[in-house]
C-alpha cells in the first residue's frame, strides 16, 4: 500500500467551505477509483483550522490514477479560484507539494494484525 499525509492550514473564516469540498473530493473519488483505500479527513484538536488528509492506495499508480481523476481537478480548481489556505497552492507539477507530510510504502497495516 502507499499512502501520503497532507496537512492544510485554512483561514479561519473558509474552514467550513475548505472542509466541505475535501469531503465532496473523497466522497466522489473513493466509489469510482477501485485502488483508493483510504481518504481520511482530520481536524487537528488543538488547532480546528488545521486540517489532515491521510490517504492510501494499493501502490503509486492507483495514486496516479486519483491524481488524474476528476474528483481531483475539481478540487484543484476549487483550490485555485478561492484564497481558503494560508499557504497558496503551488503551480504544476505538484500543486500539493507544499502540503505534504510524508508518503511511503506500508510496511505494516492493520488489516495484518
Not at 60 to 73: F, I, K, P, R, Y
Amino acid at each position: 500500500m502507499f499512502a501520503a499525509v497532507l496537512r492544510f492550514d485554512v483561514k479561519p473564516e473558509h474552514r467550513a467551505a475548505f472542509v466541505e469540498a475535501l469531503v465532496a473530493h473523497g466522497r466522489a473519488a473513493v466509489p469510482t477509483e477501485p485502488g483508493t483505500r483510504r481518504f481520511d479527513v482530520l481536524v487537528d484538536p488543538d488547532d480546528p483550522n488545521r486540517v489532515l488528509l491521510y490517504e492510501a492506495y494499493d501502490d503509486t499508480d492507483a495514486m496516479g490514477v486519483h491524481l488524474a481523476g476528476e474528483s481531483h481537478q475539481e478540487l484543484v480548481r476549487a483550490l485555485t479560484a478561492h484564497d481558503w489556505l494560508t499557504t497558496p497552492l503551488a503551480g504544476p507539477p505538484r500543486p500539493f507539494a507544499p502540503f505534504f507530510l510524508g508518503r511511503g510504502n506500508s510496511v505494516f497495516t492493520a488489516e495484518e494484525a
